[in-house]
């Protein structure tokens, strides 16, 4: 009952959430079918922001455990873990307009980041798995496709220059690209933070995730999870729905959940 407890604190349709981010061929198919930790990480994610959605200072302090615990199944969960602070000022005072006072941003800031922090921390050295997880953003990936903007942009350029048979290999170009993608996704989602302060803090992690999803070295279409499990509570335009919707299912046809191409559509 996470969404609806979300929708009913933010504003947003319990029925289309639920479905795009529950019932939806991609989380069904790739993510289930595959047993992917990217629907672990989502779930935490909207289970620690429902609780932050109740407003409470208890509600942040274990909203943001939870966010932290995610960050650690998933790094893109950071970005629910740093969005909490808007939302959870955007709950204590829904009709406010303008920015918060400095005083909440900073107190509520620091009670968030000294949680996950910590809990990131014990999660970690805890489990015996140390930091390690903190490296999935490398941009030594190996995995090579034209679903990440930046290396979709290092093979385009290679093949323009008449790289044609190393055009899909990781080198030193690629990587760079890779890291400016990365450093980009860093700019986008602290903008948005900036912006959720003043005014609809939910869909600006919608679109921060769904930059992210897309601007990380490797991409497989599970990835779209990260913003889709929300993404049902914002999305009123319906020109959004039909991308989101041809998103998904030409996802599901043309990937199957290990992460290869379908047999189909392989030359």
């Known amino acids: 009952m996470t969404l609806p407890s979300i929708a009913r604190r933010i504003g947003g349709r319990t029925e289309l959430g639920l479905w795009l981010g529950v019932a939806s061929p991609l989380t069904l198919v790739l993510g289930v079918g595959g047993g992917h930790n990217d629907l672990l990480m989502a779930g935490l994610l909207v289970a620690g922001l429902a609780v932050v959605c109740q407003g409470s200072w208890t509600a ?77 953003i490398s941009s030594d990936i190996s995995v090579v496709n034209w679903l990440s903007v930046p290396t979709a942009i290092a093979i385009f350029l290679k093949l323009a220059t008449g790289h044609v048979s190393g055009a899909t290999s990781l080198d030193a170009s690629m990587r760079f690209i890779r890291s400016l993608g990365s450093a980009l996704t860093g700019v986008v989602l602290a903008v948005l933070w900036f912006v ?72």
């Open 196 to 267: 959720a302060l003043r005014r609809a803090p939910l869909t600006c992690l919608v679109i921060g995730l769904g930059a992210a999803a897309v601007l990380v070295p490797a991409v497989q279409p599970w990835y779209y999870c990260w913003a889709l499990v929300l993404a049902g509570l914002v999305v009123t335009r319906r020109w959004v729905w039909i991308v989101l919707m041809t998103t998904i299912v030409s996802s599901v046809i043309m990937i199957r959940p290990n992460g290869r191409a379908s047999r189909w559509i392989r030359p």
């Open 60 to 136: 942040l302090v274990l909203g943001s455990a939870i966010l932290g615990i995610a960050s650690v199944v998933k790094t893109p969960a950071v970005a629910g873990l740093a969005f909490a602070v808007p939302i959870w000022l955007h709950v204590r005072q829904p009709h406010r307009r303008g920015l918060p006072p400095v005083r909440m941003i900073v107190s509520s800031s620091a009670v968030a980041g000294a949680v996950g922090i910590a809990t990131m921390t014990i999660v970690s050295v805890g489990s015996g798995l140390g930091w390690a997880w903190v490296h999935e």
